[in-house]
């Protein structure tokens, strides 16, 4: 019901948005900033003398590369919880609204900025008003502003400006073995006035933390107006993470020259990593870790993983940093054992033991409330059994594998050699394929023995690598 209101209010606004009261008052320029490069850009704020709410303009930004306004604000209203706020851009000489933002608050605090597109070199105001819908009965249809920017570019109608420009996201799954992500992007504009003189491309995190710039000569990216920045690459970033793709522009406009202004903008998330299965994990710019493998050595377990920590993100509110350590999560879904880890690739032996009634092994930070990364944890342990055929010279032996319920699809191919000394040379060499088959028999005659010896090659897909396992038997003949 509420939505519908707004939807409607959306209107309303788009007809009616006053401004201009009675001993209103113009704020001085010390609270507030301009930022723009254009020298003869004209502004001033206004608040009403009777605003229905607390509001103040903390910077107005205008670009006349790419025609744009933006402003910053700051709201402060006890009474939010059934009211809708308005940002709108109208022509000076009307109420009405060329285009408008509507928005409803979770907190009697707010801070935001509205960015508007300026089509051409008519006055225009912003303007910040609100509606009380408990109030609605009494809605005369004009929502009264409570603060306003007038801005005026005297030499709009000079300037050259960017007509087109677009950020392309070109990432592409993360092949299989690497534990970065990266990002690969395109970049294509107009520049057919030869206005712009050279291009850099910056990364940032969502903190505005610029992380990385790449230069580019306009000579090398432009063919007449036509400008492309094709397949360029970010590297080496944390998987499933949202960056921020900014591209500036230095040159001249004709009437003023400009420096590093921002001429396009896109947020892109980096794709997972194959480790990562189809789960979400978390992760964060410059802190995350992901287990690459397992191999199973002996009485030990050999735990392959990466972790990368920067040690700039921090636990909200405090000013501790987030360190992650590896730990094991038994049956009932708890927590195990916890090891330390190290930043880097590294490799940690945990013995066989203490992985006993273990379903998983997850990297998790010290507070054990994120779970970054996780991968099942499967005992590789095959069972082998001799059975008698009914010929007494043959011999039909089943395999079996723990858990093999759940993990039959890792298992792929099967190959067992059979010797009678010790492994010298092989008498027998048998390849089967799992799960179709899981019985083999053999041909020779080993009824004069008292033991033969299997060596079991087991090739599997484990997250997406390809291992072999090796696995002894000494096998009684029964006769």
Request: charged residues 20%.
């Amino acid at each position: 019901m509420k939505k519908m209101m707004v939807i409607c209010l959306m209107v309303v606004v788009g007809i009616m948005m006053s401004s201009c009261k009675k001993d209103d008052i113009v704020i001085d320029h010390s609270d507030y900033t301009v930022t723009t490069y254009a020298k003869n850009f004209n502004v001033s704020v206004t608040r009403s003398d009777n605003p229905d709410f607390e509001v103040s303009i903390t910077d107005v930004h205008y670009s006349p590369l790419t025609q744009n306004i933006c402003v910053t604000y700051d709201f402060s209203d006890d009474y939010f919880v059934n009211a809708t706020y308005f940002v709108a851009m109208q022509k000076r000489s009307t109420w009405i609204s060329v285009d408008s933002r509507v928005m409803t608050l979770s907190d009697s605090e707010y801070h935001s900025q509205t960015c508007f597109y300026v089509p051409d070199s008519i006055e225009y105001r912003i303007i910040i008003g609100k509606l009380d819908l408990d109030t609605l009965p009494q809605f005369d249809g004009v929502v009264n502003g409570s603060i306003w920017v007038d801005f005026d570019d005297p030499d709009f109608d000079s300037r050259k400006y960017v007509e087109y420009s677009r950020i392309i996201n070109q990432s592409v799954e993360t092949p299989v073995n690497l534990v970065y992500s990266k990002i690969e992007y395109r970049f294509e504009f107009d520049n057919p006035d030869h206005f712009i003189d050279n291009i850099t491309v910056e990364l940032l995190t969502m903190g505005k933390v610029i992380l990385e710039q790449h230069s580019f000569d306009i000579d090398e990216i432009c063919n007449l107006s036509s400008c492309l920045i094709d397949t360029d690459i970010f590297d080496h970033l944390s998987p499933y993470v949202d960056y921020q793709i900014v591209v500036k522009a230095s040159g001249n406009d004709l009437i003023d020259g400009f420096e590093n202004q921002v001429m396009a903008s896109k947020t892109i998330r980096t794709p997972v990593l194959s480790y990562w299965g189809i789960f979400t994990y978390e992760s964060h710019a410059g802190l995350y870790g992901v287990i690459t493998g397992l191999d199973f050595e002996g009485e030990d377990i050999l735990v392959s993983y990466y972790y990368k920590n920067n040690n700039s993100y921090t636990y909200f509110g405090t000013t501790q940093t987030v360190q992650l350590k590896l730990a094991t999560i038994d049956n009932d879904l708890k927590i195990a054992n916890t090891y330390n880890i190290d930043t880097g690739f590294n490799v940690l032996r945990i013995p066989k033991s203490e992985l006993e009634n273990i379903i998983s092994l997850v990297i998790v930070d010290e507070k054990d409330k994120k779970n970054f990364h996780s991968i099942p944890y499967i005992s590789f342990s095959p069972i082998v059994n001799l059975q008698a055929t009914q010929t007494i010279n043959l011999y039909n032996f089943d395999i079996s594998f723990t858990d093999e319920s759940d993990f039959d699809k890792m298992y792929e191919n099967i190959i067992i050699e059979v010797f009678i000394d010790y492994y010298v040379i092989p008498i027998e060499r048998i390849e089967i394929i799992y799960p179709n088959q899981k019985a083999i028999t053999l041909y020779h005659d080993f009824s004069e023995f008292t033991y033969i010896y299997l060596k079991i090659y087991i090739d599997y897909d484990y997250l997406g690598e390809k291992h072999t396992m090796i696995k002894y038997e000494r096998v009684h003949v029964i006769t």
